[in-house]
């Protein structure tokens, strides 16, 4: 089997290739020409992989790729995906995170029509809730431009789907971390602050809305529902989840609880990090997921802290010597 990769740099795709290779799938991951390489979450996998270079931006890349890579399984991971970001640049991300799922399928439809397409959707597509929890048929009411950008992504593989009878999912996936997460993102930001503290490199920690809420799972977990979902007969959409959520402060009491600290000591709230548009109660109903595809998560929420927290002491210890 072939699978194509696209946004195998990041921490999803890392985690997927991992799990395709184990099971003895040719890789070949997707990666733009930049000035700058940044494969350090796939270096210990990278002579095993394919590199090859295509843009979710450049059409005919994408054609060429499909042309020489001739996959059974393509998952769709690129994105700019990082929410305060798509406020900065919402042409750039509309761009990458909405018309450049149009840009793959159609190369598929093209070039490879009887392969299997797996799109990351997101939680932030439910952004201002209708209901709680949420499930694959709860309406979408999106909140930033990248989760604008995400729902027209989302759409766009139904209808590709049901236009072209193509085998194309969606997966609706909810906040999963590791210790391969972007430092950016609040949870990453919060154990590199952790560890920095912890070891006398920093002396505190300047954070947004502490009180907000998510569904936190790992995301060595969740690739392998996107895995599953394209084993299916039929194609078709699933929300992955752990079905319950944690605020902020719950994750920072576990991280710094972790290394004998009281958060309350560092943590600074700094209005420069709080949103224009905050989402609400983001739960995710992982039944379907869970009943149909036989996806069951095993790392629960406090083992993600704490496998964080771990991962980032060893790295700063490394760094400082």
């Excluded at 090859?52 to 499909?66: H, N, T």
């Excluded at 394209?230 to 972790?258: N, R, T």
């Excluded at 983001?282 to 802290?305: C, H, M, N, R, S």
């Amino acid at each position: 089997m072939k699978a194509v990769i696209t946004g195998i740099t990041g921490q999803d795709g890392s985690y997927l290739a991992e799990l395709l290779l184990e099971k003895g799938y040719e890789v070949f991951g997707m990666v733009r020409r930049a000035s700058t390489e940044t494969f350090e979450r796939i270096d210990h996998l990278q002579d095993r992989l394919k590199l090859i270079q295509a843009d979710v931006l450049d059409q005919l890349s994408l054609i060429k790729m499909l042309e020489e890579t001739g996959p059974d399984e393509i998952y769709n991971l690129a994105a700019q995906s990082f929410v305060p970001t798509s406020w900065k640049q919402p042409v750039l991300t509309g761009e990458f995170t909405a018309l450049g799922v149009t840009r793959l399928m159609d190369a598929m439809r093209i070039v490879c029509p009887k392969a299997k397409f797996y799109q990351a959707s997101s939680s932030e597509m439910y952004g201002k809730v209708r209901e709680v929890p949420q499930t694959e048929l709860t309406p979408f009411y999106p909140r930033s431009p990248y989760a604008v950008a995400k729902v027209y992504g989302h759409y766009i593989t139904v209808n590709y789907r049901e236009s072209y009878d193509l085998f194309a999912v969606s997966g609706i996936l909810f906040n999963h971390e590791s210790p391969r997460r972007g430092k950016e993102f609040v949870t990453r930001k919060i154990t590199d602050g952790v560890a920095r503290i912890k070891l006398g490199a920093a002396k505190e920690l300047r954070l947004g809305n502490i009180d907000s809420r998510r569904d936190w799972g790992f995301a060595g977990d969740y690739v392998r529902a996107m895995y599953l979902m394209l084993q299916q007969p039929e194609p078709d959409d699933y929300v992955v989840a752990m079905g319950h959520d944690h605020s902020v402060k719950e994750f920072l009491e576990i991280a710094f609880g972790h290394v004998g600290l009281q958060w309350q000591d560092y943590v600074v709230q700094d209005p420069e990090f709080m949103r224009p548009a905050e989402v609400d109660h983001l739960i995710g109903d992982p039944t379907k997921a869970k009943e149909k595809l036989g996806w069951q998560p095993e790392v629960d929420f406090e083992g993600l802290v704490r496998m964080m927290v771990e991962a980032d002491l060893d790295r700063v210890r490394q760094e400082i010597g």
